[in-house]
């Protein structure tokens, strides 16, 4: 595995930044140079999502030019990768190698144990595109699960979705609060201080509800508490 090239997501890149350092800090840590092509945009998730093919077109066009020649591409989304790499081949762009961060860790590089330390209650929330798109399975809980410190609970329904979905949480706000309220209730009845996830949007949504009821817990990414070390702790990022 020769050139590795981190995509960001729009997301991350604007409002979450240090989930994409976590990245690069993780697996520079593991041996690997990480590239981050200054010309990579929006996957086109959205537009596609909402009806706009022709404009999400463009953007996976544009994706698979940029991304050109890299052995591996590396995301800290679930829903980003899941539509790099299942929708992008629909609209005549496919071709490049995109991996959520947990598949590429246990799958490519072959590890769960990353050396992270990270000493506190956590519970872990699969989102859908993960789940049900890209089939990462267990590949987050057993990164977690060899995190020295880490305390896991299980989170009580954790299957069910938080109720974000993108646009369907403005289209359809009624219905994405009455489920990110039983998301919520799942998560407190864990008890854990740390709520991590692999996508940063179900993190936002969740996070968002749980910060109005000053719940005390902390949406964290997991690529920030695998990055995380004894000797490079995890700090606290606003959200």
Request: charged share 20%; hydrophobic share 40%.
């Amino acid at each position: 595995m020769e050139r590795i090239a981190l995509f960001a997501t729009c997301l991350t890149d604007t409002l979450y930044p240090a989930t994409a350092r976590a990245v690069v800090r993780l697996l520079e840590r593991l041996g690997r140079a990480v590239e981050f092509p200054l010309d990579q945009t929006c996957c086109g998730q959205m537009h596609f999502n909402t009806g706009y093919a022709a404009h999400a077109e463009g953007l996976a066009r544009s994706f698979a030019s940029v991304f050109a020649g890299y052995d591996a591409v590396v995301t800290p989304s679930g829903s980003c990768a899941g539509m790099a790499r299942e929708v992008h081949p629909k609209l005549g762009a496919g071709g490049v190698p995109v991996y959520e961060l947990s598949e590429f860790l246990v799958d490519v590089l072959g590890v769960t144990d990353v050396g992270a330390y990270f000493p506190h209650r956590v519970t872990y929330h699969p989102t859908c595109h993960s789940l049900r798109v890209l089939g990462v399975g267990d590949k987050p809980l057993a990164l977690l699960r060899a995190v020295r410190g880490l305390e896991l609970v299980e989170l009580p329904l954790a299957e069910s979705c938080c109720g974000f979905g993108g646009t369907f949480a403005l289209k359809n706000a009624d219905t994405s609060t009455a489920m990110l309220a039983d998301k919520m209730r799942c998560v407190l009845d864990t008890g854990a201080e740390v709520l991590t996830s692999g996508d940063n949007s179900c993190l936002m949504h969740i996070g968002g509800g749980l910060s109005r009821l000053r719940a005390g817990v902390r949406p964290v990414h997991l690529a920030e508490i695998l990055a995380s070390t004894e000797e490079d702790p995890w700090a606290p990022a606003t959200r």
